[in-house]
């Protein structure tokens, strides 16, 4: 039975995440930035959920490729050092992934491009289905029938995947993916410092694969022809930067051919989907405030309100425990649960006391509206607020500042029906009094 594999090309897509939220104070307690780190499982989740995967695996670059620095000394050469802020979150990433129990592969002088490239093309002849998560456009090489290129990009100002497959490839160049290997030949990266020929952009080096297919096809023509179809000028680069090309073309393959099973140790087949939604993540997640994420941790949630019946009645804490101390998440669930009760008894009690003064004290308006905050309203607001409290997706944060809003509600109805008790009493001796005099 075939199966949908999503590979994630962990540096590329942390890089990403880490630039595009650059402009967000997010850190730790411990002040480590956290903007890489929400980006990445941001961009990840979405994934999961729009792909649903049966197995996922996450590689990470160590160090530059050894095999491709022989080839090459200046390999990578003149990169800009990574930031050191986007460095000190790579460790909280992969820890997190631990914890939801997604496979990390990497090795020192192996470039993730290369373990996953030869991934891809192993698993997808067996008839699985891969979906390969990055922003490096050199995976594009990889895409055939079974493995498609799942890509970010920037549209208005919002984030889009488009999906990279044999026909998306042909629209956007007029090439098959292989033979991208042999444009990135002629017109190098200057990312990864892989020279090319020296003046050949993309425009004229798609021109001349379209034209030729290869560079073996391009140099048999010059050798062995008048050279009249390519232009002069771009004749004399190709003629001197020979060399270059074919280096290049060396840099620029990924080696699908790498033995991923006995360097590493991977075998895909016993690989199997465990849900990523532990306990484990869903806590570190709350420890770093990543509240937007515990949503896609429901059954956690649902697990927790169970687990809090059977607490012991006297472990109580109260709202003001929750907000001022570091109270381990158990003990936050089962005080929300337990200051979610409390609030419903105030409102009843609320609700109870108007009730009483309505229907035996036939006073004036005046006794028992409020010039501030009416009773209806606060009625209203707190069933509103018992409402959502009930939902059982609701997020602890949220919670908490419902609750609050919830027991000011209650304060001011008791502090109102205090003053008019207060009323109701006085009038009450008032009346008993002229009762007596009479």
Do not use: C
């Amino acid at each position: 039975m075939s199966e949908k594999i999503l590979l994630i090309d962990g540096n590329s897509m942390a890089n990403r995440a880490f630039y595009a939220t650059m402009g967000r104070m997010m850190k730790t307690p411990t002040g480590i930035s956290t903007n890489a780190v929400y980006g990445f499982f941001q961009i990840m989740f979405k994934t999961i959920e729009e792909e649903n995967p049966d197995k996922i695996i996450v590689a990470f670059d160590i160090s530059s490729s050894e095999k491709r620095t022989k080839i090459f000394s200046e390999y990578k050469a003149g990169r800009h050092k990574t930031p050191e802020d986007l460095t000190m979150q790579f460790p909280i990433i992969k820890e997190l992934l631990r914890m939801m129990n997604i496979p990390i592969v990497q090795k020192d002088g192996i470039e993730a491009d290369d373990i996953l490239g030869a991934i891809a093309k192993k698993e997808g002849k067996k008839g699985n289905k891969i979906i390969i998560l990055t922003g490096d456009r050199d995976y594009f090489q990889l895409v055939d029938m079974n493995v498609n290129i799942r890509y970010p990009k920037t549209i208005m100002g919002k984030t889009e995947y488009i999906i990279y497959d044999n026909y998306k490839i042909n629209e956007e160049y007029g090439l098959t993916p292989a033979k991208l290997i042999e444009v990135k030949a002629l017109m190098g990266d200057a990312s990864d410092n892989i020279p090319g020929v020296k003046g050949i952009g993309e425009k004229t080096a798609l021109k001349l694969i379209i034209q030729f297919e290869n560079l073996e096809k391009i140099y048999e023509y010059i050798e062995n022809s008048d050279g009249k179809e390519i232009a002069k000028a771009t004749l004399n680069k190709l003629i001197q930067d020979k060399e270059m090309a074919y280096i290049s073309r060396d840099l620029g393959r990924i080696d699908i051919e790498y033995d991923y099973e006995k360097d590493l140790g991977i075998n895909i087949d016993s690989i199997r989907y465990t849900d990523w939604r532990t306990e484990e993540a869903y806590s570190y997640l709350k420890k770093i405030s990543f509240n937007k994420f515990l949503d896609k941790f429901k059954d956690i949630e649902i697990k927790k309100a169970e687990d809090t019946n059977k607490i012991e009645e006297n472990e109580n804490y109260s709202i003001e425990d929750i907000l001022k101390t570091d109270v381990k998440s158990k003990k936050k669930e089962d005080a929300i649960r337990n200051s979610r009760n409390d609030y419903k008894k105030e409102k009843e009690l609320l609700e109870h006391k108007v009730r009483e003064i309505k229907e035996n004290i036939k006073l004036d308006l005046e006794i028992y509206s409020y010039n501030e905050t009416k009773k209806e309203e606060i009625l209203e607001k707190l069933e509103i607020a018992n409402n959502e409290l009930n939902k059982t997706d609701i997020e602890l944060d949220k919670s908490i500042e419902i609750y609050t809003e919830a027991m000011k509600l209650v304060s001011v109805g008791n502090e109102k029906l205090k003053k008019a008790e207060e009323k109701i009493a006085k009038f009450i001796d008032e009346k008993e009094q002229k009762e007596i005099e009479e």
